[in-house]
């Protein structure tokens, strides 16, 4: 985890020859607000550069498992984590693990589009020269790679012109795909990405989705969203979560999507897959 | 056996039917008439106010002026050439005849009369032998409808006094220091108070202020030390102004005197040998605003959406980073809001001034923050405070003098307020 990459030697690569091929492994992991226990004992192993979905019903714990991933829990004041989550086999909650670093490698995509109130060029690059981007060795310079990443977001097109404009002036579905150029600018292992699509209107939610399938191709994604056949059509894993007696969000079942939906070994799951309840 | 007693209505009730609406909306227009009637009072009510304050003002700052001469400079003509247009040789001789000698040794003792320009020398000539006097002023009303009566009446009564109309506001009136005389004396010793004081009050009050709203909202840690601070940052900015002047008192002008009068620094000014400087008085009237600066500093920052911070957090950048990017951009139209507040405030406070010990009678520029100085709220009180009528003329042109000032300094901070609003951060 604190160790940086050798020059030459991509994190991919270093990932590539860890013991685990488990992006994201949690043990026993329960997370707390104040003495309400949010997230009862879980345990999850995701796959390397697939797509994962969670899925549940409304406060089941969802976005905070999601944010435990990257340490975003941290930022509320209240909250408190206990148990393992280990990142390729790293224990991100280790004392001597920054959780600024975490962060770096684990990028975030958010429910609402909330780009910077910068231009469009400084939203994808602020990110990347905060981290200490590097310009020549023989890479991209600073504009190859924020039309690289504005490519991959499939943004490139519509804001080639206009890269100097406010973030903010852009559409919801823009602004969120803005959002996941300044996620993939600073070249995190994995994308978290919490219910990207839930603020946007149908055809922008499926560019989202289209993105998101052309990503898993490099980057290990992790979605989590409300929308059942949102999670049958991007994602290759599935693990659906619900509240057990104490309001405390458990880990009902997790497999391969097609078996998830097809044929869930838990009649919970069945039932709110079949919009029983949820 | 008795019935049990039941209410006519209980008994014909039928919870199965709708209920009934009583048709209420002319009732509940009516109220909302009232009220939009009480709230448009009240605001007419602030106007008439501000409008009598305005004319009271205005009424003291223009009118007639009956201004006697001791010596009529009709007399000191020679040769058959008006007093205006003598050249300077003539103004000297007329001057050095007409002044005592020890005037005269005063004034010599700056230099020889010839070292001045002849305007100079045409104004000393003025001042010193014609020495025009105020003999009596009438409000802007009585010049613009009694104008005859007026006139009648200064005819009348002093033959030899002109009689103008006179604003009492002029450029004069900023461009020359306090005098005795109220025709010659002006504000500039005060205005140039007021700015230094300011200036040295919002370049400790700001990044102090702001410092600790980042600090108590970004960084601490919410517990019963933090809960404290702020009840306390709270109560403060309540206290009596006075009390902020003993503070400044005990702590700037007492204890600090070695800083304060520029000792420490190898600054000697030999009119002042203690510590009731420009300095003091700023970081006095620094620390009177500081809670305001801080409380509305925090407002704008608490304000400043969590998304914003996520999306900072979420890309690797750290604590600082998120402030300095994000956050401060973000709550800087709210920060200077807060600071056009405490401007006003410091530019107008008298009570605290008073106790660190500013001067009320000065006619020297301040030279810089270990000098002596005055402020126009205390130029303005000392004049008012006077028994002759035209000084109250002359403290309403020094009122008019400092709503400008706080206008403009206000329009100042308005400028940049909007100016952060528009860029919506550092675009």
């Not at chain 1, 990347?128 to 490519?151: I, Q, S």
């Not at chain 2, 205390?378 to 709503?403: D, G, K, M």
């Amino acid at each position: 985890m604190i160790q940086i990459a050798t020059q030459g030697l991509s994190r991919h690569d270093l990932a590539r020859q860890d013991l685990t091929s488990f992006a994201v492994e949690t043990r026993d992991l329960n997370i707390y607000y104040g003495s309400f226990r949010a997230v009862k004992n879980i345990n999850l192993n995701i796959e390397l550069q697939k797509v994962t979905a969670i899925i549940g019903p409304s406060g089941c714990g969802k976005s905070t498992v999601l944010r435990a991933f990257n340490r975003m829990n941290e930022l509320v004041p209240t909250a408190r984590t206990e148990g393992t989550v280990r990142f390729m086999s790293q224990d991100i909650y280790a004392p001597d693990v920054d959780p600024v670093e975490v962060r770096r490698r684990i990028g975030m995509v958010f429910q609402k589009p909330n780009p910077f109130s910068k231009s469009i060029y400084e939203n994808v690059a602020w990110g990347a020269g905060l981290n200490g981007f590097k310009e020549g060795l023989g890479r991209p310079t600073m504009d190859e790679w924020v039309e690289k990443c504005l490519h991959k977001a499939a943004l490139w097109d519509e804001v080639k012109d206009k890269l100097n404009q406010s973030g903010l002036s852009l559409s919801g579905g823009q602004q969120q795909r803005l959002c996941i150029a300044r996620a993939i600018a600073i070249r995190p292992e994995i994308i978290l990405m919490d219910e990207p699509a839930s603020a946007l209107d149908p055809i922008a939610t499926l560019k989202i989705e289209e993105l998101m399938r052309g990503l898993a191709k490099e980057y290990t994604i992790i979605v989590v969203t409300h929308n059942m056949q949102q999670a049958a059509r991007v994602s290759d894993y599935t693990a659906f979560f619900t509240m057990d007696n104490d309001r405390a969000g458990i880990l009902v079942e997790y497999g391969p999507t097609n078996q998830i939906f097809t044929n869930p070994k838990d009649p919970r799951t069945e039932s709110y897959i079949t919009g029983r309840f949820g | 056996m008795k019935q049990p007693v039941i209410a006519p209505s209980e008994t014909s009730r039928d919870t199965d039917l709708p209920p009934v609406f009583e048709a209420n909306l002319p009732s509940r227009h009516l109220q909302s008439r009232l009220w939009r009637a009480v709230f448009r009072g009240s605001t007419l009510v602030g106007i008439v106010f501000l409008s009598l304050l305005l004319y009271n003002i205005a009424n003291q700052s223009f009118g007639y002026v009956a201004i006697g001469n001791q010596i009529n400079p009709a007399s000191l003509a020679a040769n058959g050439v008006n007093l205006q247009e003598l050249d300077q040789q003539t103004l000297i001789e007329i001057l050095t005849a007409n002044i005592s000698s020890g005037l005269l040794r005063q004034l010599e003792r700056e230099g020889p009369l010839t070292k001045y320009s002849r305007d100079e020398v045409y104004n000393l000539v003025v001042e010193k032998v014609v020495r025009p006097e105020v003999v009596q002023t009438w409000t802007l009303i009585d010049s613009l409808f009694h104008a005859a009566e007026i006139r009648a009446q200064a005819a009348q009564e002093d033959p030899q006094a002109e009689l103008h109309f006179r604003s009492w506001v002029t450029p004069r009136l900023l461009s020359v220091p306090q005098s005795s005389n109220p025709l010659m004396a002006g504000v500039r010793t005060a205005l140039l108070g007021s700015l230094w004081t300011t200036a040295i009050t919002v370049l400790v009050a700001f990044p102090v202020g702001v410092g600790a709203a980042i600090y108590l909202e970004e960084y601490s840690v919410q517990n019963w030390l933090t809960r404290l601070i702020q009840t306390n940052i709270n109560n403060l900015a309540g206290v009596p102004s006075i009390i902020y002047g003993m503070l400044g008192l005990a702590i700037f002008v007492r204890s600090l005197e070695p800083i304060t009068s520029g000792a420490a620094f190898g600054f000697s000014d030999p009119t002042t040998s203690n510590g009731r400087t420009i300095l003091s008085a700023g970081l006095t009237l620094g620390l009177l605003v500081l809670p305001l600066i801080i409380i509305n500093a925090q407002q704008a920052i608490r304000a400043v959406p969590a998304s914003l911070r996520h999306a900072s957090y979420g890309v690797g950048a750290t604590k600082w980073e998120t402030v300095w990017h994000h956050v401060l951009p973000c709550a800087m139209p709210g920060v200077l809001t807060g600071t056009i507040l405490a401007i006003s405030r410091a530019i107008g406070e008298t009570a605290p001034l008073v106790v660190v010990g500013v001067a009320t009678y000065i006619t020297f520029d301040p030279s810089g923050p270990f000098s002596k100085f005055t402020t126009l709220p205390i130029q303005i009180y000392q004049w008012t405070s006077r028994p002759q009528a035209e000084f109250r003329n002359l403290a309403a042109a020094a009122i008019l003098t400092l709503l400008g000032l706080l206008l403009g300094l206000n329009a100042l901070a308005i400028v940049l307020r909007n100016h952060f609003r528009r860029a919506g951060g550092n675009l």
